[in-house]
Nanobody, 125 residues
């Protein structure tokens, strides 16, 4: 059973940066597409970015130019570097793993099989 644990969240001022990490255990990460999702209070969970098992990357429009996803299979870890953070980025961020073998990783939460517990990111002055 693949287990995922997020870290790196917290409180940051507008314009600041955070790097989230998603550490995997229990199974090799190399076979999975990994996605980052977020859910703000009263809103649906939305895809932020994902990276396929072959390294192909997709970003939501809200993340383009500000966020960078990367994976280190040797360390079984996926990262989300977030820059120029704004209050609207405040949410619980989740990483998730998908068995999808599609060329491009999915951005729909329903396509993901394993989830981390989530971590709070708050952008506020």
């Amino acid at each position: 059973q693949l287990q995922l644990v997020e870290s790196g969240g917290g409180l940051v001022q507008p314009g600041g940066s955070l790097r989230l990490s998603c550490a995997a255990s229990g199974y090799t990460l190399v076979y999975f597409a990994i996605g980052w999702f977020r859910q703000a209070p009263g809103k649906e969970r939305e895809g932020v970015s994902c990276i396929s098992n072959s390294g192909r990357i997709t970003y939501a429009d809200s993340a383009k130019g500000r966020f960078t996803i990367s994976r280190d299979n040797a360390k079984a870890t996926v990262y989300l570097e977030m820059n120029t953070l704004q209050p609207e980025d405040t949410a619980i961020y989740y990483c998730a793993a998908s068995r999808s073998v599609q060329r491009m990783c999915p951005m729909d939460p329903v396509d993901y099989d394993f989830w981390g517990q989530g971590i709070q990111v708050t952008v506020s002055s």
